[in-house]
């Protein structure tokens, strides 16, 4: 069992850059592929950036391709996103999740987190 808990959300602006956090509980955290995905009103969840377990391997999405960067750190068992150039278009709310063994091409995950709201006025 994997707890998730982000943290790092906020209103920013245009132009701006925001980093959000996900700590894992659990010992095993090695061991597990993570995602980022986030979800505007109205709109559906969509896959912003991926990790393989093994690392390095990552996967963008196009939209934030160049903008974002995923990563992690086992030892403190958290992965990161750092999000620059921030737009409108990116405001949603962001939920890590995880996936035992899971690598890039990874679409269904197993651990999800609350969420954490990103706003980014214009």
């Known amino acids: 069992q994997v707890q998730l808990v982000e943290s790092g959300g906020g209103l920013v602006q245009a132009g701006g850059s925001l980093r959000l956090s996900c700590a894992a509980s659990?010992?095993?955290?090695?061991?597990?592929?993570l995602g980022w995905f986030r979800q505007a009103p109205g709109k559906e969840r969509e896959s912003v950036a991926r990790?393989?377990?093994?690392?390095?391997?990552?996967y963008y999405a196009d939209s934030v391709k160049g903008r974002f960067t995923i990563s992690r750190d086992n030892a403190k068992n958290t992965v990161y996103l750092q999000m620059n150039s921030l737009t409108p278009e990116d405001t949603a709310v962001y939920y890590c999740?995880?996936?035992?063994?899971?690598?890039?091409?990874?679409?269904?995950?197993?651990?999800w987190g609350q969420g954490t709201q990103v706003t980014v006025s214009s």
């Open positions: 999740a995880a996936k035992f063994l899971g690598i890039i091409t990874t679409l269904e995950y197993d651990y």
């Open positions: 659990g010992r095993t955290f090695s061991r597990y592929g």
């Open positions: 990790i393989s377990w093994s690392g390095p391997s990552t």
